[in-house]
């Protein structure tokens, strides 16, 4: 069964970067969708980017674009999302989930970490 693991988060001032991977075990993420969410307590869990595993697309979510990189290295079941120019609102939680749909969509996931938090704050 695939697992996954977040690495990465911690404490940033507003304008700085984070570099949040997502380790899988136990099974190739190479035809799976993996795609990064966050959230608060009290909100709901937002999409924030997503790599497809069918070909080589990627999604952001509007208020990350240009911002955030989503990316893959299949060989190691590694998947990263480099985080720039951060700013409170991006504080939360932040998973990685998996599916091997291998489509980036609006749908439940099969696999998730533990999650990871990053917290923007001067």
């Known amino acids: 069964q695939l697992q996954l693991v977040e690495s990465g988060g911690g404490l940033v001032q507003p304008g700085g970067s984070l570099r949040l991977s997502c380790a899988a075990s136990?099974?190739?993420?190479?035809?799976?969708?993996v795609k990064w969410f966050r959230q608060v307590p009290g909100k709901e869990r937002e999409g924030v980017a997503c790599?497809?595993?069918?070909?080589?697309?990627?999604y952001y979510t509007n208020s990350v674009k240009g911002r955030f990189t989503i990316s893959r290295d299949n060989a190691k079941r590694m998947v990263y999302l480099q985080m720039n120019s951060l700013r409170p609102e991006d504080t939360a939680v932040y998973y990685c989930?998996?599916?091997?749909?291998?489509?980036?969509?609006?749908?439940?996931?099969?696999?998730w970490g533990q999650g990871t938090q990053v917290t923007v704050s001067s």
């Open positions: 136990g099974y190739t993420l190479e035809e799976y969708a």
């Open positions: 989930a998996a599916d091997p749909l291998g489509l980036c969509g609006d749908y439940d996931y099969d696999y």
């Open positions: 790599t497809s595993g069918r070909d080589p697309s990627t």
